[in-house]
């Protein structure tokens, strides 16, 4: 990353400003400010859900029972609305979760045990720099070795400015994660090959703008 530029005699990463580390707060922070990071973002997503989201068990007219449960699942969660935020808040960072409110967790206590629902009441997307791994599984003889067994959630809600915290059993959540290569929890966040060139577009347009 620059820094033995030069047989060690630069250190270009940091003659030029760019971090070393990047953080998931930081792709997010980018996202929020940035056209372009907004867009590189957006515009894929945008193209990938837009349309209907249907399950089609046979070409005739008259909806299945599958079908009719998926119709009701799908309007009354607004699953398109839900699934198109999970897929920006995965490419925002390593990885997203999606929080599965099922109806056998009455308490907050109830969520850090294994599931056994009966039904879906609510699904909650949460970014990477809301979520921290609390547990994970460290037997090697178990199908999901260095796979998390219990996530903490951060729940901050910028309008009330109210914040809470929860443990989630692993069964109650859906990890995403977005362009994997060695890691099957954590992939390549989508801003990170582009980071720098962002940071640069903001020198130049903003360098120009001071100017004149």
């Not at 193209?47 to 399950?55: H, M, N, S």
């Not at 799908?74 to 925002?92: I, Q």
């Not at 859906?174 to 582009?194: F, K, Y």
């Amino acid at each position: 990353l620059g820094v033995d530029s030069y047989g060690g005699a630069r250190n270009l990463y940091q003659a030029l400003g760019y971090p070393t580390t990047i953080t998931s707060a930081d792709y997010y922070a980018r996202y929020e400010r940035h056209d372009i990071a907004f867009a590189l973002i957006d515009r894929p997503v945008r193209a990938t859900w837009q349309g209907g989201l249907e399950i089609i068990e046979h070409s005739d007219d008259k909806d299945t029972p599958l079908e009719k449960a998926w119709i009701e699942l799908r309007d009354r969660l607004k699953l398109e609305n839900v699934f198109s935020r999970t897929d920006r808040l995965s490419g925002l960072g390593s990885y997203a979760v999606l929080l599965c409110g099922f109806d056998d967790a009455p308490t907050v206590e109830a969520l850090q045990l294994p599931a056994a629902p009966k039904a879906l009441l609510y699904l909650r997307p949460f970014a990477e720099k809301s979520v921290i791994i609390a547990q994970w599984e460290t037997n090697t003889a178990n199908a999901r070795y260095g796979k998390p067994v219990m996530y903490q959630l951060s729940l901050n809600d910028g309008v009330t400015g109210t914040s809470a915290t929860l443990l989630v059993h692993y069964t109650r959540v859906l990890h995403i994660v977005d362009n994997p290569l060695e890691s099957e929890v954590a992939g390549v966040p989508r801003l990170q090959m582009v980071y720098n060139r962002l940071m640069d577009l903001e020198k130049i347009v903003g360098g120009d703008a001071e100017m004149f």
